[in-house]
């Protein structure tokens, strides 16, 4: 209600070619080593879905549903875990995959709690970061795309449970309707 399509942000051929870019960044990064792709639910299914088809190595995919508490007004962040791992991590290279990085909580806390569970190595992939909004230090290792604080749909992006198929991330626009 009162919430529409604006227009689009990144184009799906922008998104191809980030997504290509990516994948060739892991694979040359990750040499000689079978590695577990991470994908933190729902957001990052397209993502993933994509980018396991552009990294050139032996490699697993596990899912991993987590919900943030309150990310405006706490800033602990802490995370609840809706749907854990089935795989164990240990003695493995984790690249955790995320479809966008807002105040950093989320992510500051996964890495965080799988850091707990000895992998041999631990890294972020993400599709689009929004700088400006961080409030906790996350070491990017793959970024996508550096996007402006605007509320982004579609490639996987919801609102409220919405727009997640839309092939082009766009934005939407507030016409007095409610954003949250
Ligand atoms: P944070 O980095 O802990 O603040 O949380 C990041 C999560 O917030 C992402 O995984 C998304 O689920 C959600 N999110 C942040 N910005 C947007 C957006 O612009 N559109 C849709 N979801 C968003
Ligand atoms: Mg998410």
């Known amino acids: 209600m009162g919430v529409n399509i604006d227009k689009v942000l990144i184009t799906r051929q922008e998104i191809e070619d980030m997504v290509t870019r990516l994948g ?5 990064d990750n040499k000689g080593r079978k590695v577990l792709l991470v994908c933190v639910l729902k957001g990052a299914f397209i993502f993933l879905a994509d980018l396991v088809r552009h990294i050139d190595l032996p490699l697993e995919v596990d899912f991993m549903s987590v919900s943030s508490y309150g990310n405006n007004t706490d800033t602990s962040g802490v995370v609840r875990i809706l749907r854990d791992l089935d795989t ?6 984790v690249i955790i995959v995320e479809d966008i990085i807002d105040s950093g909580l989320t992510l500051r806390h996964l890495k965080e709690l799988l850091s707990t569970r000895n992998p041999a190595s631990i890294s972020i992939c993400t599709a689009f970061d929004k700088p400006d909004r ?23 992006l919801d ?3 919405d727009y997640r198929h839309l092939p082009d991330v766009c934005i939407l626009s507030d016409d007095g309707g409610d954003k949250e």
């Open 24 to 28: 060739a960044e892991i694979t040359n």
């Open 88 to 93: 164990d991590i240990t003695g493995k290279h």
């Open 159 to 161: 609102f409220a449970g």
């Open 134 to 156: 961080r409030k906790a230090e996350v070491k990017v290792d793959y970024r996508g795309m550096i996007i402006p604080d605007e509320f982004v749909v579609g490639y996987g």
